[in-house]
């Protein structure tokens, strides 16, 4: 990590608005360089990844990939030898995530951006960076504001779905819930595993979670929710990565460092 | 069926009331009876026809709306509460009295004025209720559909002034002031006439197709800002069709779908095409993008948009006009509208 000048990477799809905010940390933060301006989340990642910037500035609205999104798979795919960037968040107006953001204590910017905004988000992030500087960082903390930021996707309190209604050609299969082992999503589908079986269903995951019992279905990574009573055992990888193996079937599931959490011997 | 009983208490004491005033007019004629006979016959009489018609009325399944049966219903129920009533009526007045009508001398004369009485009595006050329920129905209908049109007319406001479209707009103007003062004066010019557009929309229903040509094309003058090289357009609008009168900003919803639904998401953006033909009587518009196409099913108000169009078509042209919306998966989305106009 390069300790001279700190770096920054701005992921905003309006070319302007991307402009204007380089500009404004131009006066607000002299020291800092912006080492790459993106306009979609998928290439916010690769660029991260590649340039290992030390503060993060995304947009939540993007084409692709959103803010949100973006960040969860760098906090996945992030090297764990390194620190991770400072992250905020920049949004035009968008209630719930702002909320969100405070709720989470994540840094956050609103377009237009003030100046006099902009330099508290500066002062935040630069100590931000002396704390990190001084070895005190927490990933931990970060993987938890982002579980956060993603959403209480599960809710406890409604009454759990008790059926999948999976189309199979032109009859609706019923599959009891009961007999699910995992829910993984697969493009525009979610896949329905069962010991033996297979179902293809529309409804998002997203849409499926605040349906199914938390107590029972764990979500362990953005795209798979699976039936903690289902899993065998967990085992970690040299590159410090979670499998899950499940008992009835031969699949191996992968955990995202976001839920890695909930794996911890007793 | 929920019975309102102030109501009802309200109809006995009118019902009460009109007794007392005609067995009053009963005694004006023959005055050698005693006023005690008119008075108990008129309020038996009157009580049970009311009993019968006012509580009848809820037994009749299309008085659900306006609480009177519709048609023959009403006819029929106030000619059998009226013989029924009088029927009652009669009986438990004779037993008062402790005589029988039916059985006295001048029974012929007397009962033909008492069935008169009691009949016209009947129809009166039927007529009289009828008209104040009918009235209270109808304000209260009233009441109902106007403020169906004003939730209609927010919702519009509220997703054509779309705080996320209006900030990130006034952010680009923001920089633009520094940066490039003249093109900031001529998005702002934009924007204006976009915001004075919508708001007059709620009050104005047509507008020339010039007209409505020019307000996309303020729209998509501000998208274009925003997006940069990620949006093209093309509007084209034949010289001749300009004057043709169509409902006020009725493709903007059509042409804010292409952009958040089809183009903003696309990582490259693409083009959009606004296009008006006339064929004969028909006038056709259409918009076409080439983003991301419809999915299966499209959240954030899509359906909204397309909705609200379909009802505008719908109270402007009735079944004249259609629309059409021909989405493929990755290959752009195109809704077509065509309307009747003059050839």
């Known amino acids: 990590m390069n300790t001279a000048a700190p770096t920054a990477l701005i992921a905003e799809d309006e070319p302007l608005l991307a402009q204007a905010l380089q500009a404004e940390l131009a006066r607000a933060w002299p020291a800092l360089t912006v080492v790459g301006i993106v306009g979609d989340g998928e290439t916010a990642v690769a660029q991260t990844l590649q340039l290992q910037p030390d503060v993060l500035f995304f947009d939540i609205r993007m084409p692709g990939q959103d803010g949100l999104d973006a960040a969860a798979t760098l906090a996945d795919a992030w090297p764990a030898h390194l620190p991770f960037p400072a992250l905020v968040f920049v949004t035009a107006y968008d209630q719930y995530a702002v909320q969100a953001f405070e709720a989470q204590a994540v840094d956050y910017l609103l377009k237009p951006v003030q100046p006099a905004r902009l330099q508290k988000t500066v002062a935040k992030v630069q100590s931000a960076l002396a704390n990190r500087a001084q070895g005190t960082v927490n990933f931990e903390a970060t993987l938890a504001q982002l579980r956060g930021l993603l959403g209480p996707a599960m809710a406890t309190n409604t009454a759990p779905l008790k059926l999948i209604q999976a189309s199979a050609g032109t009859s609706i299969r019923m599959v009891p819930v009961d007999e699910v082992s995992y829910f993984e999503a697969a493009d525009k589908y979610v896949r329905v595993m069962t010991p033996g079986h297979e179902y293809l269903i529309r409804t998002p995951l997203k849409e499926l979670l605040p349906q199914l019992d938390a107590q029972v279905f764990w979500q362990v990574h953005r795209g798979t929710v699976v039936r903690a009573s289902a899993i065998e055992q967990v085992t970690r990888d040299e590159a410090g990565k979670l499998w899950l193996q499940l008992r009835a079937s031969p699949d191996k599931l992968a955990v995202s460092r976001l839920y890695a959490h909930l794996f911890k011997a007793m | ?343």
Not at chain 2, 42 to 54: E, K, N, P, Q, R
Not at chain 2, 56 to 66: D, E, N, Q
Not at chain 2, 128 to 152: D, T
Not at chain 2, 256 to 264: A, F, T, V, Y
């Open chain 2, 1 to 343: 069926m929920k019975i309102d009983w102030i109501a009802k208490l309200r109809h006995l004491l009118q019902v009460l009331a009109f007794c007392l005033a005609i067995s009053a007019i009963q005694y004006a004629f023959t005055p050698e009876r005693p006023y005690e006979i008119p008075l108990v016959y008129s309020l038996f009489i009157g009580v049970a026809t009311w009993v019968l018609i006012d509580f009848g009325r809820h037994l009749f399944a299309s008085s659900a709306a306006s609480g009177w049966p519709q048609g023959l219903g009403g006819f029929v129920l106030t000619l059998a509460g009226s013989v029924g009533g009088h029927l009652l009526g009669t009986l438990a007045s004779d037993s008062w009295f402790g005589w029988s009508t039916w059985e006295s001398g001048n029974t012929r004369t007397h009962l033909r004025n008492s069935i008169l009485i009691t009949a016209l009595a009947g129809i009166a006050a039927s007529y009289y209720f009828y008209s104040v329920g009918k009235r209270a129905y109808l304000e209260r209908q009233m009441a109902e559909a106007s403020q169906h049109a004003n939730e209609a007319r927010l919702k519009l406001l509220e997703t054509q002034l779309e705080p996320h479209m209006l900030f990130n707009t006034l952010a680009n103007l923001r920089a633009l002031i520094g940066s490039d003062p003249a093109r900031a004066t001529d998005m702002l010019d934009r924007l204006i006439a976009y915001l004075r557009a919508t708001l007059a929309a709620s009050r104005q229903t047509t507008h020339p197709l010039s007209e409505e040509f020019a307000r996309l094309r303020d729209y998509l003058e501000l998208m274009a800002v925003r997006m940069g090289p990620r949006l093209r357009y093309t509007l084209d609008l034949p010289a001749d069709l300009g004057k043709l009168p169509v409902p006020t900003l009725l493709l903007q919803p059509l042409v804010e779908n292409s952009i958040k639904h089809g183009l903003e998401p696309k990582v490259d953006g693409g083009s959009l095409t606004v296009r008006a033909r006339r064929k004969g009587a028909v006038l056709t518009l259409e918009v076409s993008d080439t983003g991301v196409g419809l999915r299966p099913a499209a959240p954030g108000g899509a359906g909204f948009g397309l909705a609200q169009v379909r009802a505008r078509l719908a109270a402007a042209y009735d079944k004249q006009a259609a629309i059409e919306l021909i989405a493929e998966p990755g290959s752009g989305t195109t809704a077509s509208i065509s309307l009747p106009c003059a050839p």
